[in-house]
Every structure is written in C-alpha cells, then in structure tokens.
C-alpha cells in the first residue's frame, strides 16, 4: 500500500512501512538474517558508501526489517524519517549525539525513568555533557534553565513513574524561542495515545521495548525525527550544518534537508556507535505495533478502573493516574493524550517502605519485574530498585519515594486485577 494522511491509525499500524517481499511475495515482513548485501558492481558499491544512493551495505547500518519498523514507527509519530537502535537507552543518546559536544548540557525534566536520570545525571558526563534537571510544571524555571550551551531539551509525554502528563505546546513554545531542539521521550503513551510532533517535538525517542513490542520479548529505541528544525539557521549544530570530513566534506542539513538527522543517524550514529537493533528485535517489534491501539485502549481501561478502585481503598494514601479527576494534570489529557493517560501510575501505600515491600511479594498476577508496557500487569518498589541510585531528595523529585509503588497495568481482566490487589493490600497492611 502506499502511505497517506488519508489512513487511518490502525490500518498504518499494520500497514506502513510494510510491502509483499519483492522476491518473494511474502505478506509478512521477512526477518533479513544476513549481515551484508552484494554490490551490483563497483560504481554502486561507490555510490553506496558516498551516499549519492540509498541502499543496504551492511547490517550494523541498515536492514531491510529494521528499515520496515522505521517506517512504520515515523509514519505513525508523524515525522519523516526514524532510527531504530538496539534500546531505549541507545536511543537517547542517538538523539543527544549530533547536537551535544564538550561543554554542552542538555536541560531535561525531573520526572524521568529512573535510568535515564542516571544516564544523564552521570554518564553522560563522561562525554564532557551535562544535564540540568527542572520541574517541567514550572515553565519559568525551565526557560530560566536553558542558556546558550543548552542543546536540547528532554522530557517524557507521559512521565515516569507517576504518570504525570507533560504540557508539550508550552515546553516546545519555550524551546522554540530558545531555539533549541525538544527532544520527548513518548515510550509509555505511544504514538497511538500521545503525537508529539503534532505539539512541537523536534524528535521522538522510545523504547520500543515497552508498549511498542508489548510483550516484553526485545529490547530496542528508536529516534523519529519530525525533520522541522532548520540546523543550519545558526552555528550551534555544527555536525548537522557544517562538513562532515568523514564523508568528504558532506554537509547533511544542506544535502538532506528534512532528513538531515535521520541520515546523519545511519551514516555516523549507527555506523560508528554502533547501537544497531538487530532484525529478529525489529519483527517482534512490528508484530507488536500490529494491535498497538487495541492493546492501549484496554491498558487505558484497565488503568482507570484500578486506579479508581485504589483511590477509593482506605489502605492507599494516594494516586497519581493522570485520568483521576482528582489529579492536577487531568486538565491535560484531552490537549495531549486525547484517548487516555495511558496505564503507568504511582500509588502510595499505607505503612510506606515496609508494607510495599510486602506488597509487591504478596501479588500474584503482578508481577515484580524492572520493565514496563507488557500485556502483564507489572509493579515495582522504585526507591529500592529502579531508582535505587538516586539520592532521597531526587527520589522525591522523581515521584519514586519509599511508599510509593509503581504500577504498569496490563491487559488482563480488570476484576482479577483488582482482586489480586485487594488480597495483597490485606496482608501489606495487616
Ligand atoms: C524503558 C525506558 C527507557 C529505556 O529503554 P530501554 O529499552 O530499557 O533501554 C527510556 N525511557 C522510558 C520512559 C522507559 O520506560
């Protein structure tokens, strides 16, 4: 088929990116298990590796499943062109790569999953990079943030770990002015629930690991870029404006325009970081996105039954599910995630650190896992795990505080759920 703004979002699920196999009329998007591809003859191999031709050279850049999946996730984020890599986590730094350099920071958003606080409140300093944490609901003290080493900015549409909703129209107005890019890390609305671009991101990131797979078998990322920011309009970019010795003097904002990012993510970021997602990772993942939006419309059902069914519990002190009326950022689903707050929350338990220990030992459907964005019901006690490394003041920051567990609803019935927590909560509390 060929893509359209005339598709709706669940036939470009299935379809986009996805055509009969060529060779073999295969209706399924074969797994490409091969390393590399033979030249036609020495001209095209040259023209290959000049990129004054688009083609496959070798898997560590391009393949044809992975390719598929770019496709489809570009398509349905809105933007022109996508970079798969093997995490979430690798994803990140795709994206940070051609903006940041030595000196340069990155102003992000307190309220994180908890590895990319640490990637970025640590890691990344071993790249001479830095990141500046503010609360993203203070829109004066993110503006006040950025200064003229600031290259991006990052935050998540719905953010970890309490669900909370990012207003993107006022953090991309802000970003705009600054002229800098926004990067949002959409993994646990997806695109179904949450378009960033359609708010003013310059790039989406994901873990594709999480709802876009959805079925916890593959870790992978992936960078969509909108191809809306002119990189070229000052020097503050200057692996995307300026030449590229690496390939003779290239400069890709000229020579690619809106895929400028994209094609500097194949030809350099994969090429020589080699955070490559693999094709059998990238089939599990477009088999995944097939039933994205019927599996997020029952997460969102799901979330919202519980989280009320919680609230109403004596032995909880709070829930922070955005889709509550009782919560401060439910103003903002219908401006940015019209079709639910997605299935991430937070629940503060009575009798704190110890009783959610007991908690999450005593569930039965749940299970105490580090991921999120399966079809099973997951929970996690994040001060003495996922964010076990920060310290107490950013746990609190972070909405991952010792009573507090997180919760990734699933796609069960909701009664079980419910009657799961329900006898754990009893003996939590006893
Ligand atoms: C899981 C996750 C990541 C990291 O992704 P990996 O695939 O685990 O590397 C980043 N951001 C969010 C919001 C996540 O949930």
């Given at each position: 088929m060929t893509d359209g703004p005339t598709y709706g979002f669940d036939t470009l699920q299935i379809h986009a990116g996805a055509r009969p196999d060529p060779a073999t009329g295969a209706r399924q998007v074969p797994i490409y298990q091969t390393t590399a591809y033979v030249f036609r003859d020495a001209d095209h191999a040259a023209a290959l590796f000049n990129l004054q031709e688009v083609g496959y050279i070798y898997s560590r850049l391009t393949n044809p499943t992975v390719a598929a999946l770019q496709e489809r996730i570009a398509t349905l984020e809105g933007g022109v062109g996508a970079v798969c890599c093997s995490s979430g986590h690798a994803a990140q730094i795709m994206a940070l790569f051609p903006l940041m350099g030595p000196g340069m920071n990155v102003v992000a958003s307190?309220?994180?999953?908890g590895g990319t606080v640490t990637q970025f409140s640590q890691t990344i300093k071993r790249f001479g990079w830095s990141a500046t944490f503010v609360d993203f609901d203070d829109h004066e003290a993110v503006k006040a943030a950025?200064?003229?080493?600031?290259?991006a900015v990052f935050c998540e549409a719905i953010a970890n770990p309490g669900g909370h909703i990012t207003d993107l129209d006022a953090i991309s107005a802000i970003s705009d002015a600054a002229g800098v890019p926004l990067i949002v890390d959409n993994t646990s609305a997806t695109p179904y629930l949450c378009r960033p671009i359609e708010h003013g991101a310059t790039l989406v990131v994901h873990s594709t690991t999480k709802y876009l797979t959805g079925n916890g078998t593959v870790t992978g990322g992936c960078v969509v870029d909108s191809g809306k920011f002119d990189w070229a309009a000052n020097d503050k970019f200057p692996s995307l404006s300026q030449p590229e010795p690496a390939y003779h003097g290239l400069k890709f904002a000229e020579t690619f325009g809106p895929l400028a990012f994209t094609f500097h993510g194949i030809a350099i970021g994969l090429r020589d970081l080699g955070m490559t997602m693999n094709p059998q990772a990238a089939h599990y993942t477009l088999m995944g996105i097939e039933t994205l939006s019927l599996r997020m419309d029952r997460h969102v059902e799901n979330a919202m039954k519980i989280a009320k069914w919680l609230e109403d519990?004596?032995?909880?002190?709070y829930v922070t599910y955005a889709g509550l009326d009782s919560s401060p950022y439910a103003k903002l689903v219908p401006k940015i995630c019209p079709k639910g707050a997605g299935a991430l929350f937070t629940v503060a338990v009575k009798g704190g650190y110890d009783a959610c220990v007991k908690l999450v030992d005593s569930l039965e459907i749940f299970s105490h896992v580090a991921n999120l964005g399966d079809t099973r019901s997951l929970i996690i006690h994040s001060a003495s795990?996922?964010?076990?490394?920060?310290?107490a003041e950013q746990q609190e920051a972070a909405g991952a505080g010792p009573g507090i567990v997180r919760l990734s609803i699933g796609i069960e019935d909701a009664d079980d759920l419910i009657a799961d927590l329900d006898q754990a909560l009893a003996k939590a509390t006893a």
């Open positions: 307190s309220r994180l999953y950025i200064d003229d080493n600031t290259r519990d004596p032995r909880t002190d795990t996922t964010h076990r490394q920060l310290t």
